[in-house]
C-alpha cells in the first residue's frame, strides 16, 4: 500500500473555472476526510465520507464545493466557479472506522491556485 | 466548541539541544485523543505522537515526548536532540468524536 495519493498535486485555474481533485485513500480505510489548509494556517476541516456515505459537512463548504465517493474507494472534490479565495491546499485523509484513536493518513495535498 | 490554541508561532532550536512546544484546548469532554503533527517542507502531514486523555502516563515517541496537563487542558510537545530534520510546522490536534481540529501550529527552525 502506497499511503494516501492525490492527484493533481498542483493546479492553477483561471477565476471562474471548475476544478475537481481526487483522493485514493489506503485501501483498508473506510474513512475519508478533506480539509483545506491556507498558508500558515492549520487544515480546516471540511467534510468526511464513511464508505460511500457523506456524514458531516463543514459551513467552510458552500454551494460551490461538492464531494464524492461513489463507490466507498477513491473520493473527489469539485469546486465549481472558482474564487481567489479558493486557493489553498486540500488535503485528504483516511482512517479505520473506530481508528480515530491513532489519528488519520494524511495525503500530500493538491496546490490549488484561482489567478 | 472544541478549540485548539498554539500560542508559539514560531521557534527555533540549535541542533542537539532540546524545544519544548506549546499547546492548550478546550473542551467539556471527559475522554479525547490528542495529537501532535509534522509537516515538513514537502507539505505531508506525519503524526508524531498521540495521547488518550484518561491515560495520565506521558505518552513517548523515541526524541519526541509530550506534557499532558488535563486539568490545565494543556499537551506540550518535547522534542529532545533536535536535529536538522525536526524542521517543519508542527500542529497540535485534538480528536473528538470523529473529526480533527488542528491548531494554527508552530514553525520550527533548528540551526546547525
Known amino acids: 500500500d502506497t499511503g494516501v495519493s492525490q492527484d493533481p498535486r498542483h493546479k492553477i485555474t483561471k477565476r471562474g473555472q471548475n476544478v475537481t481533485f481526487r483522493c485514493d485513500p489506503i485501501?483498508?480505510?473506510?474513512?475519508l476526510y478533506w480539509y483545506r489548509q491556507t498558508l500558515g494556517q492549520g487544515p480546516e476541516f471540511l467534510t468526511y465520507?464513511?464508505?460511500?456515505?457523506?456524514?458531516?459537512k463543514s459551513r467552510l463548504l458552500s454551494d460551490r464545493f461538492s464531494a464524492e465517493r461513489p463507490k466507498g474507494s477513491f473520493s473527489t472534490l469539485e469546486i465549481q466557479r472558482t474564487e481567489q479565495g479558493d486557493s489553498a491546499m486540500y488535503l485528504c485523509?483516511?482512517?479505520?472506522?473506530?481508528?480515530?484513536?491513532?489519528?488519520?493518513?494524511f495525503g500530500s495535498g493538491t496546490r490549488l491556485t484561482v489567478v | 466548541a472544541q478549540t485548539v490554541t498554539q500560542s508559539q508561532p514560531e521557534m527555533s532550536v540549535q541542533e542537539a539541544e532540546t524545544v519544548t512546544l506549546s499547546c492548550t484546548y478546550d473542551?467539556?469532554?471527559?475522554?479525547?485523543?490528542l495529537f501532535w503533527y509534522k509537516q515538513p517542507p514537502s507539505r505531508q502531514m506525519i503524526l508524531v505522537i498521540r495521547?488518550?486523555?484518561?491515560?495520565?502516563q506521558n505518552a513517548t515517541e523515541n526524541r519526541f515526548s509530550v506534557n499532558f496537563q488535563k486539568a490545565a487542558k494543556s499537551f506540550s510537545l518535547k522534542i529532545s536532540d533536535s536535529q536538522l530534520g525536526d524542521t517543519a510546522m508542527y500542529f497540535c490536534?485534538?480528536?473528538?468524536?470523529?473529526?480533527?481540529?488542528f491548531g494554527a501550529g508552530t514553525i520550527l527552525r533548528v540551526k546547525s
Open positions: 490536534a485534538f480528536m473528538k468524536p470523529s473529526k480533527l481540529v
Open positions: 465520507f464513511q464508505n460511500e456515505a457523506q456524514l458531516e
Open positions: 495521547q488518550e486523555a484518561y491515560k495520565q
Open positions: 473542551t467539556s469532554e471527559s475522554n479525547y485523543y
Open positions: 485523509a483516511s482512517s479505520l472506522e473506530g481508528g480515530q484513536a491513532y489519528g488519520y493518513t
Open positions: 485501501s483498508e480505510h473506510n474513512r
